[in-house]
C-alpha cells in the first residue's frame, strides 16, 4: 500500500479519466451508455465552471483509479455533502488498498470542509463492491428511489 499516491486530476489527466469511465462502463455492462469523450471531460471537469473533481490513484508511477466526486447540499443537515459519482480501481489492482485509499481521502475531503456525509449508488449485482462498502461502516439506503430525467423526456419536459 506503501506505493499508493493519490493527487488531484489535472487537464493533461483528461485521457486517463475517459479510459477509466469507459472501463468503468464495460464492467457495468453499459459501454454503450458512455456518450463522452476527452474534450468534453476538458470541458465538463476541468472547465471554468466546473463542479466536479477527480482524485487520481497511482500504484508504481501508474494510474489504476479514480474518484469523481463533487459537492451537493442536504437541506435536512444544513450542511454541503460530497456525492461519489465515480469510484473506479482497474480490475488487476483490486485488492491492494486503491478503493479504500480513495473512498478515505474523499472522507478527509468531506471532514475539512464540513460536510454531513458522502453519497454514492452501486448496482444491486455488484456484491464485491456492496461487500467493501460494508466493510467500512457505510450503510445501504433502501428506502429512496433513485430517479433520472434524461435525453428527449428532459428536453421535451423543459420545453412544454
Not at 62 to 85: C, D, Q, R, V
Request: charge should be negative.
Amino acid at each position: 500500500m506503501s506505493d499508493i499516491i493519490l493527487r488531484d486530476a489535472t487537464i493533461k489527466d483528461a485521457q486517463t479519466i475517459y479510459n477509466f469511465i469507459k472501463e468503468l462502463a464495460i464492467y457495468e455492462k453499459a459501454e454503450h451508455e458512455v456518450k463522452t469523450d476527452v474534450e468534453t471531460i476538458k470541458k465538463s471537469v476541468f472547465g471554468n465552471n466546473s463542479v466536479t473533481s477527480v482524485i487520481l490513484c497511482e500504484y508504481k508511477n501508474e494510474p489504476i483509479g479514480m474518484a469523481l466526486y463533487f459537492f451537493n447540499y442536504s437541506t435536512w443537515l444544513g450542511k454541503n455533502g460530497i456525492y461519489l459519482e465515480d469510484l473506479y480501481v482497474t480490475p488487476q489492482y483490486r485488492g491492494i488498498g486503491a478503493g479504500k485509499a480513495l473512498l478515505k481521502r474523499l472522507a478527509q475531503i468531506a471532514v475539512e470542509n464540513d460536510c454531513g456525509r458522502v453519497e454514492w449508488q452501486v448496482l444491486d449485482w455488484n456484491k464485491p463492491s456492496i461487500d467493501f462498502y460494508d466493510s467500512i461502516g457505510a450503510k445501504g439506503q433502501t428506502e429512496w428511489i433513485p430517479y433520472r430525467l434524461t435525453g428527449n423526456a428532459l428536453e421535451e419536459f423543459a420545453r412544454n
